[in-house]
């Protein structure tokens, strides 16, 4: 059977590239890494010498060169046929090539200038003295320099060690910037050079952000305390960053074609090059292995020198294996709820209220009053512009035929389309409101929007309680009805963290030994700042203004972990990026405000560490985490050496060549000293069913302390720790410790796997440092 499926995606490829290849011979981007060191002394510079190459394998005088690197990686970008690649890395000096992938925003907002299909949110924390000296680089769609967020009132002079600058542009002169906003630049290079030159009324050529995202995505690192903050009402109170006092450095790579890998590799060389402290990317795509990954690439080289690098974890929930950038020297950050949200209940005409969350600013609708309510979706009548039925269900535009849908509330199944745009297309249409419902794909995750007419969203229950109401009515000739009740801001909500639905999963897809997420912070109803040139929905037709809006993804809960590793990095200068994620991993909590275990909002289920991995951020315990797992680069090509990476393709990653022989002996990728523990076992037949990790603790809390470990083994399994006890005589000391797993043989059908997970937690009576260990049985197809 297998060769079956092959085939047909065989054809399919061969049938739609074959009339591309009669015609011009199709050119993409290709990102060139080269022997930096092995430059001839005739050309002056590196570029001299990339073009040399270049004009050597092409006949073409058009070889324009994108961007060249040289400090996480050496080489350059260009656009090159599949036969050009060939001949280049045919060249002596040519290490590797890789195509360019186009990256998404981790948002589930923000498509109409983007052409996106996610979203996203953020919040709000206290001042510190901490942060005023480091430096944020933030990767994504650029910064709206006015906003209170990023004033620099009663700050420092700029860091002495900047090395980075404000490049004017289209209207963002370089004095846009200021001792908040100390760099900013953008690249667009790769961007233009695959999709055209960017179009300048829609778009800004410099650094000011045209979406919103960016200047979201800042604020949260590392806005400044504004009072009074809030969106159209909701979400009153004083907004402020996770770092407020430290300064921002703006990398723009993301424009209305998505984000390009071959301007981000140059955004993460500048910032590196600049001197940040941290990088924030709430960007991501598909997962390849490492040495075909640009931000994996890209952040290892950050990582070398010393840069902190978070990242979401995409918004690709509640399915497992959706986690996204998870190469282990990255801080992979997936979202949470907080303890507030925005109730708007629907009540229908027979008395039955379904609640649902929304944060509808504008003027609502007539209290007491009950509206006529239709489903877009009910056949016949959905059908503007050729609609279907199914299309109509989802409030595309055009779909929807003003003379059924004219002053009556309109439910519009969510997917697709943006919410935004839904909500644009049943105003449009005549619509008074609209309810926004989940389908079973969506479960019970809902996004609060401020959309453009009065909206509400419910979930995939409440949802066909609606759809039906609607659908009885239709049979007995009676006219459903129903409104919208908008309840503003509720706090204290119970109970929180609760896991996001659109939260992406683990497990890790390319290293299943290292659990991926790493943590989850703040990422559902987020407060931040937004740009004059959006309004707070995101779509066109929005003409609305907000010093600030709130989004919802994983692309707000990253900046939450960025603008804390600034914090603890400032407290603790001498710490390593590891050092710094694993004070965050090994003080995470995994019990929500009721004292429960962390609940899915997917499915209202307790959650596990494929969805939290250590569990939501604690900022004040990670200040003071008695002990570090640390790692080096060192530790990295071992890790990458005991996960078959060739030595070619770790040296793209890394820039080193790499002697795998001494980490073959040291055992398997697994022993990499990471904050948290997974084993997979596959289950051939009568396998013995154990292993070991090695780990290695720094004492980075009291000279003198004794900790001893408490294990919690995974149900069914044996785990033993040797020694059970680590007495530490000084700050700085590095002790060693084996843990074994064994477990029984377990019968599981062919394809299944079990999941069991449980922990080891070191304490000295004042701190707890816990690691959770993670067990995985597969048992393979065959
Ligand atoms: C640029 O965008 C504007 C606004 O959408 C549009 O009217 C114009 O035609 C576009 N220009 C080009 C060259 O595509
Ligand atoms: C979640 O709970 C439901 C019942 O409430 C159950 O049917 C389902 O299997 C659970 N899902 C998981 C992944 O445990
Ligand atoms: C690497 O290859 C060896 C030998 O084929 C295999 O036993 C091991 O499981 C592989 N490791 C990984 C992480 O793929």
Not at 194 to 203: D, L, P, R
Request: contains cysteine; glycine residues 10%.
């Amino acid at each position: 059977m297998a060769p079956f499926p092959y085939l047909i995606i065989l054809l399919f490829f061969y049938t739609t590239t074959l009339p591309l290849s009669t015609s011009t011979p199709q050119k993409q981007t290709f990102i060139i890494q080269v022997q930096h060191n092995s430059k001839p002394s005739i050309f002056p510079t590196h570029k001299n010498w990339y073009e040399s190459s270049l004009s050597s394998i092409t006949k073409t005088t058009s070889n324009n060169i994108i961007h060249t690197y040289d400090t996480v990686f050496h080489g350059f970008s260009t656009k090159l046929t599949q036969l050009e690649a060939q001949n280049l890395q045919k060249l002596s000096h040519v290490i590797t090539i890789i195509p360019e992938q186009i990256r998404t925003l981790h948002t589930t907002r923000s498509p109409e200038f983007l052409g996106l299909k996610t979203a996203a949110k953020t919040g709000l924390l206290h001042e510190t003295d901490f942060g005023s000296d480091l430096v944020i680089g933030v990767i994504d769609t650029g910064i709206w320099p006015e906003r209170q967020s990023f004033n620099d009132r009663e700050l420092g002079p700029v860091p002495a060690k900047w090395k980075g600058s404000c490049v004017a542009g289209k209207d963002f002169p370089a004095t846009a910037c200021n001792r908040k906003i100390i760099g900013a630049k953008y690249f667009s290079g790769g961007y233009e050079a695959t999709s055209g030159k960017m179009n300048e009324t829609t778009e800004f050529r410099s650094a000011r952000d045209s979406d919103g995202h960016g200047t979201h995505t800042a604020s949260i690192a590392a806005g400044r305390y504004v009072s009074p903050a809030s969106t159209l009402g909701y979400a009153k109170g004083v907004a402020a960053g996770m770092a407020p006092k430290a300064r921002l450095a703006v990398y723009k790579v993301c424009w209305t074609g998505g984000c390009f890998d071959s301007d981000i590799l140059a955004a993460f060389d500048a910032a590196v090059a600049d001197g940040v402290d941290v990088v924030s990317l709430s960007v991501g795509g598909v997962v390849v292995p490492y040495h075909l990954d640009v931000i994996a690439i890209g952040a290892f080289g950050a990582s070398d020198a010393g840069v902190f690098v978070s990242a979401s974890a995409g918004n690709g929930g509640p399915g497992e294996l959706t986690v996204t950038n998870v190469a282990p020297w990255v801080a992979t950050v997936g979202a949470g709820t907080i303890d507030r949200d925005f109730p708007a209940d629907v009540k229908l005409g027979n008395g039955k209220i379904i609640s649902g969350v929304s944060i509808y600013g504008g003027p609502s609708l007539t209290p007491g009053r009950m509206y006529p309510v239709v489903y877009a979706g009910s056949g016949e009548h959905g059908g503007g512009e050729g609609g279907d039925g199914y299309s109509s269900s989802l409030c595309l535009a055009g779909s929807l035929d003003p003379k059924f849908v004219k002053g009556k509330i309109v439910v519009c199944d969510r997917g697709i389309n943006s919410r935004g745009d839904k909500g644009e297309v049943v105003k449009k249409a005549g619509g008074i409101g609209m309810i926004l419902a989940n389908g079973v794909f969506d479960g019970e995750g809902l996004v609060a929007d401020s959309h453009v007419l009065p909206a509400t969203a419910v979930g995939a229950i409440g949802g066909d309680v609606i759809r039906s109401y609607i659908a009885d009515g239709a049979k007995s000739r009676s006219l459903p009805t129903a409104t919208i009740v908008f309840k503003g801001t509720r706090l204290g909500v119970r109970p929180a963290p609760v896991v996001a639905s659109f939260s992406a999963r683990g497990p890790n897809p390319e290293s299943p030994e290292i659990l991926k997420p790493d943590v989850i912070a703040p990422g559902l109803n987020i407060l931040a700042a937004w740009p004059d040139r959006v309004g707070p929905s995101g779509s066109a037709s929005d003409h609305r203004r907000t010093e600030f809006n709130i989004l919802s993804g994983t692309s707000m809960a990253c900046p939450h972990v960025s603008g804390l590793a600034a914090l603890l990095k400032a407290a603790h200068p001498d710490w390593s990026p590891a050092a710094i994620k694993s004070a965050l991993m090994t003080t995470a909590y995994t019990v929500d405000n009721k004292g429960d275990r962390m609940l899915d909002e997917s499915n209202g289920n307790v959650s596990s560490v494929f969805d939290y991995g250590a569990g939501h951020v604690h900022p004040e315990k990670a200040l003071d985490p008695g002990l570090v797992y640390d790692i080096s680069v060192y530790d990295y090509v071992d890790f990458l050496c005991n996960s078959n990476y060739t030595t070619t393709n770790i040296k793209v990653i890394t820039r080193k060549i790499a002697d795998c022989s001494n980490a073959k002996k040291a055992g398997h990728s697994g022993n990499l000293n990471y904050p948290t523990l997974s084993a997979v076992f596959q289950q051939y037949g009568k396998h013995k069913m154990s292993t070991h990790f090695i780990r290695t603790v720094t004492n980075v809390g009291d000279p003198k302390s004794v900790y001893k470990v408490t294990i919690n083994p995974p149900e069914g399994m044996v785990v033993t720790v040797k020694p059970d006890m680590l007495p530490f005589r000084r700050v700085g000391q590095k002790l060693n410790f084996l843990v074994r797993v064994q477990t029984r043989e377990v019968k599981l059908s062919p394809g299944s796997s079990l999941v069991k997970s449980g922990s080891i937690v070191w304490s000295d009576g004042k701190h707890i440092v816990t690691s959770p260990l993670v067990v995985t049985m597969q048992q393979p197809l065959d």
